[in-house]
């Protein structure tokens, strides 16, 4: 069973009570005639039924898996498409209807779909407590502003790893939640360094006042930007600190899928093994006390314009989720879960998603990560700048030599980055600077939006870039702009 988390709650938290009127829901069975709720009625639906053709999947018709290189640049998929339909009315077979996902609901979700996404987490994680559950969000964006005022006061502080996804700033800080960097290395956020920060919390001045941390914000697969992915042992090292401090662990993990490592003709005959088991263990996985609120969304997997992801969490925590999204989203897109449902439940099934994923999304991912790395090699000289591989995600994270610069100890290493960047501009080709990702104190007075004059890190000398959207032509191109730019930077 989950441990009691009531002390954890924030004052918004521990105030979220279920809706009145979703409360009527509940007696919505047998006999039952409706006289209360303002549901419109399914007739005046304008929309008789929903067609969309999908990759038609197979749950066993495995393909042979492809690791060398792709003519053209190009994964050719093994499956032919099949057309997914959403009836308007009940139909025997079918997952969902649009009367039913169409229409007002509990904050839960389409129960078809969360049912669905609540045996794809206990197949692909096996949390080790009874008392867990799923919440639908409208991705992992949506789910991190649910979760972080459930447990986060005005004045609070979370901890974040060194470099991460600025949205998260961007939404605590009007919130008035502080974050303090944890210092990552090659496998994310460290654990020793995480052990450090809180044995000796209250040890600095502007820690004098501020209550301890016990919310951790990490992203452990295919880490934005770094790209680092948590090995097994660093999973259980970040446990262990979460025991030792009581810390709940928000493991935003849009990355799970895309690690490129995974063996996908694996079909679990080995003693013991399971197709699963080819994954990277979750944080989920390895907890016992209810302390790990998992994020996972369609969004890298599907298409992030659904807009449908899902929460795990301890039920306590499920139901203030819950109660949050009846009152704001309600749930996600009804046209999305009646397309995710009958496509994920009717036509390929747990086991055809999950060949999806590793046939499908790894694949693609792995060889667009292997092509930009080779195009980066080609035209960028290592002197001027450098990458580690990474084995999850979308994006390398460059390491620009600054010390090779002519002019490096004359000037900040910030000016130099804003050069570059300026450059790169210049040469249109488009990366993020890496100051957007560092969890530092932002300098007041400046801004951040003018994005030509600013680079207010001296230790941000990073770009990120990603091989997730553009062609095979696009990046060879855009590697070559980029290896001239940086060639022009560091002649001066």
């Known amino acids: 069973m989950a441990k009691d988390f009531t002390s954890f709650l924030s004052i918004e938290g521990g105030s979220r009570k279920k809706s009145t ?23 005046t639906f304008p929309f008789s039924s929903l067609s969309v053709d999908v990759k038609g999947i197979s749950p066993t018709d495995a393909s042979p898996a ?22 308007h009315a009940p139909v025997l077979g079918k997952a969902e209807s649009l009367s039913a996902t169409l229409q007002y609901g509990i904050g839960l979700g389409v129960e078809s779909l ?40 005005r004045g609070d502080t979370i901890l974040v790893e060194e470099w991460t996804y600025p949205s998260a700033f961007e939404m605590i800080q009007p919130l008035g939640i502080n974050h303090f960097p944890v210092r990552m290395d090659s496998e994310g956020m460290s654990a020793v360094a995480l052990k450090d920060v809180l044995d000796n919390w209250g040890s600095i ?60 003709t694996s079909n679990g005959t080995a003693q013991g093994e399971s197709k699963e088991s080819k994954w990277m263990p979750s944080l989920l996985s390895m907890d016992t006390d209810g302390r790990v609120i998992r994020l996972d969304t369609f969004s890298k ?90 084995s999850a995600g979308m994006f390398l994270w460059i390491k620009i030599h600054v010390d090779q610069h002519p002019r490096y100890g004359t000037v900040a290493d910030s000016v130099l980055m804003l050069e570059l960047f300026n450059k790169c501009l210049q040469s249109n080709v488009l990366m993020v600077p890496g100051w957007q990702f560092s969890a530092r104190p932002k300098p007041k007075g400046v801004n951040l939006s003018d994005l030509l004059n600013v680079w207010f890190d001296n230790e941000a000398t990073y770009l990120r870039a990603t091989f997730a959207y553009a062609t095979f032509e696009q990046m060879e191109q855009a590697t070559a702009r980029f290896g001239h730019a940086l060639q022009e930077t560091f002649r001066q």
């Open 21 to 43: 009127l979703k409360g009527l829901f509940s007696f919505m069975k047998g006999d039952m005639i409706s006289l209360g709720g303002g549901l419109p009625h399914p007739s």
């Open 66 to 87: 492809v690791d060398g290189p792709v003519p053209n640049g190009k994964v050719q998929p093994a499956q032919d498409h099949c057309t997914v339909t959403v009836p």
């Open 114 to 153: 969360r049912q669905f996404c609540k045996e794809h987490v206990d197949r692909m994680h096996r949390p080790q407590y009874q008392d867990w559950n799923v919440v639908l969000s409208a991705g992992n964006t949506d789910a991190f502003s649910k979760v972080i005022p459930m447990l986060c006061n």
């Open 205 to 264: 001045p502007e820690q004098a006042n501020v209550a301890k941390p016990r919310v951790v914000y990490l992203i452990p697969t295919g880490q934005n930007p770094t790209g680092t992915t948590m090995s097994i042992q660093r999973r259980k090292d970040i446990m262990q600190v979460a025991h030792e401090h009581d810390l709940i662990l928000i493991e935003d993990d849009p990355y799970y899928y895309l690690q490129f490592f995974v063996d996908p």
């Open 301 to 390: 997997t599907l298409a992030p314009g659904c807009r449908v992801g899902y929460m795990t969490m301890n039920t306590q925590f499920c139901t203030i989720a819950q109660y949050h999204n009846e009152v704001t989203i309600q749930q996600p897109s009804g046209f999305s879960q009646a397309v995710l449902a009958e496509m994920l439940i009717s036509h390929w099934g747990q086991d055809g998603y999950i060949r999806y994923l590793t046939e499908n999304i790894r694949t693609e991912y792995l060889h667009r990560s292997q092509h930009l790395q080779a195009c980066f090699k080609k035209h960028v000289d290592a002197r001027f700048a450098s990458f580690v591989e990474p």
